[in-house]
């Protein structure tokens, strides 16, 4: 099964308001931890990461940070704007590291 | 080096037909891997390679598809008698193994249609 559980969408927000896109994960040892996002038309884009626990991973204003204790990664931006509008993909590494576990996806749309 | 480029962005094909893509990865990357994302979905991991070597295949990748990387540069994923469940986004992916730091970049995908 995935191992990585994130929001289910779509989000939707005005400009300006404050975001939050949650992600939990299940993992032996230590993964990184990842946010990627896909703007319409375009390839996928790593947005932030972060390697280790109590690791914060920042990018254009957004956050998230590495907590182990609750096995999350929520990804956090104060103030969206229209052009944040996009697919944001969570993703761990697996156990050794070579390959990447992607969430469903959460799609996000930021009206003007 | 513009980062990681596939070919053709897009296919139809008619089922029954062989398709083959072309991956090229970033230059100094030592990892290459394929992805297959559906709609709605994330990427789902098929295979990589570390340089030549196909180190991981999943139960995804059926015996109709076969990847090669045979200079540890570019790589090709062929799908042979394909099907109409076989219609997704196959992405194209590299890194370079270095401690913990493994984010992988990613290709812009080449759709596949199948009809």
């Known amino acids: 099964g995935n191992s990585v559980t994130q929001m289910e969408g779509p989000v939707t927000l005005s400009e300006e308001a404050f975001l939050t896109i949650n992600c939990t994960y299940t993992a032996t040892g230590y993964p990184s931890l990842f946010w990627y996002v896909q703007y319409p038309g375009e390839g996928l884009q790593l947005l932030l990461k972060a390697t280790k626990a109590d690791d914060k991973g920042s990018n254009k204003g957004f956050e998230a940070t590495y907590r182990k204790e609750t096995t999350s990664f929520h990804l956090e931006k104060g103030s969206v704007q229209v052009s944040d509008s996009a697919v944001y993909f969570c993703?761990?590494?697996?156990?050794?590291?070579?390959?990447?576990?992607f969430g469903a996806g959460t799609r996000l749309f930021v009206k003007a | 080096d513009t980062g990681v480029s596939q070919d053709p962005r897009h296919k139809i094909t008619k089922r029954g037909q062989n398709v083959t893509f072309r991956c090229d990865p970033i230059s100094e990357h030592n990892r290459l891997y394929w992805y297959r994302q559906t709609l709605g979905q994330g990427p789902e991991f098929l295979t990589y390679?570390?340089?030549?070597?196909?180190?991981?295949k999943s139960r995804l990748l059926s015996d109709r598809f076969s990847a090669e990387r045979p200079k540890g540069s570019f790589s090709t994923l062929e799908i042979q008698r394909t099907e109409q469940g076989d219609s997704a986004m196959y992405l194209c992916?590299?890194?370079?193994?270095?401690?913990?730091?493994?984010?992988?970049?990613f290709g812009q995908g080449t759709r596949l249609t199948v009809v």
């Open positions: 993703a761990r590494t697996n156990t050794g590291g070579f390959k990447t576990i």
């Open positions: 390679f570390q340089n030549e070597a196909q180190l991981e």
């Open positions: 992916a590299s890194s370079f193994r270095r401690g913990q730091d493994t984010e992988a970049f």
